[in-house]
């Protein structure tokens, strides 16, 4: 199966921070990645499908890049309600990466 | 609007066979590229994919997980089955079912989740 590793494994922001994650895939999965943001007690939301595509009613500041097996989400400016724990997802095993949680700084 | 919910027991015992249901609208499980799938979550871990069933009937599992694991549709009540055998308190979680759009699709609607507790 692929392995998917995200890095960081938890980091800490401020509101209107610019925010990265990483998701690297053990081989490559073109663009079948996905990303998902899930808040304590709730189930995950899509929020990117296809590696760079923003889920309908997903705010622009989301968004997603790369290809092969090296991925980025990026929130351009966090705001409050976007502290969470952030999942990618490869489409092809349907394998998730271990999360990272974006905490308040 | 599309809708997922599970349902099922909240307690099993170790060994016994857990059966939770999927029961969904807003879509048909007959629709070319409509799948249903299982994602578990045990308490403050990550997400498991556990299973996959596509319109065509077509099933996908896990390979970890693959020989404890049925998944099966009732297109005409609009539910999805998962069958987990010889249930152990390390499969304590939360199990949601969601859709997927196709195969190699994304999970693009969830189900609230339903906590399943192993226990003796």
């Known amino acids: 199966d692929i392995q998917m590793t995200q890095s960081p494994s938890s980091l800490s922001a401020s509101v209107g921070d610019r925010v990265t994650i990483t998701c690297r895939a053990s081989?490559?999965?073109?663009?079948?990645l996905n990303w998902y943001q899930q808040k304590p007690g709730k189930a995950p939301k899509l929020l990117i499908f296809?590696?760079?595509s923003l889920q309908s009613g997903v705010p622009s500041r989301f968004s997603g890049s790369g290809s092969g097996t090296d991925f980025t989400l990026t929130i351009s400016s966090l705001q409050p309600e976007d502290f969470a724990t952030y999942y990618c997802?490869?489409?092809?095993?349907?394998?998730f990466g271990q999360g990272t949680k974006v905490e308040i700084k | 609007q599309v809708t997922l919910r599970e349902s099922g027991p909240a307690l099993v015992k170790p060994t016994q066979t857990l059966t939770l249901t999927c029961t969904f609208s807003?879509?048909?499980?007959?629709?070319?590229?409509?799948?249903v799938g299982w994602i578990r979550q045990p308490p403050g871990k990550a997400l498991e994919w556990l299973a996959l069933?596509?319109?065509?009937?077509?099933?996908y599992y896990s390979t970890s997980l693959k020989t404890r694991l049925t998944i099966s549709k009732d297109t005409s009540k609009n539910q999805v089955v998962l069958l987990m055998t010889n249930m152990d308190p390390v499969d304590t979680a939360t199990y949601y079912c969601?859709?997927?759009?196709?195969?190699?699709?994304?999970?693009?609607?969830w189900g609230q989740g339903t906590l399943v507790t192993v226990s003796s």
């Open positions: 296809a590696a760079s």
């Open positions: 997802q490869e489409s092809y095993s349907r394998t």
């Open positions: 069933i596509d319109w065509d009937d077509d099933k």
């Open positions: 081989q490559s999965i073109s663009t079948y």
């Open positions: 969601a859709r997927s759009r196709g195969v190699a699709g994304d999970f693009d609607s």
């Open positions: 807003g879509f048909s499980l007959s629709t070319s590229g409509m799948c």
